[in-house]
């Protein structure tokens, strides 16, 4: 079982910026994938960024070279740095991590999430 908390949303303006932490209480190296997800008003959740424990990111197409990605091994943190935010930003943001058990099973942990709201 691996804890995840998502820290460091908050309100910011068009333009602005913001950091997500999401501290895991135990070695992210144990998970196979750390991801942010977004859950914004009336729409589905939605896949932001993800990171492999072997370095490799992914990123939604809306937020390529806006958003960042980044993990710090020894603190057990994976962040997301959201520069240039616009208001459609505007979700609860979720930490998750992956592991596969077999090849058909993968555990699943889900931070509290974290509201991001930019106004315009």
């Known amino acids: 079982q691996v804890q995840l908390e998502e820290s460091g949303g908050g309100l910011v303006q068009a333009g602005g910026s913001l950091r997500l932490s999401c501290v895991a209480s135990?070695?992210?190296?144990?998970?196979?994938?750390v991801g942010w997800y977004r859950r914004a008003p009336g729409k589905q959740r939605e896949l932001v960024a993800l990171?492999?424990?072997?370095?490799?990111?992914t990123y939604l197409d809306h937020v390529k070279g806006r958003f960042t990605i980044s993990s710090d091994n020894a603190k057990n943190t994976v962040y997301l740095q959201m520069n240039s935010l616009k208001p459609e930003d505007t979700a609860v943001y979720f930490c998750n991590g992956k592991r596969a058990v077999t090849v058909e099973a993968t555990l699943q942990f889900w931070g509290q999430g974290t509201q991001v709201t930019v106004s315009s």
């Open positions: 990171i492999s424990s072997g370095g490799s990111t």
């Open positions: 135990r070695s992210i190296l144990s998970l196979d994938t």
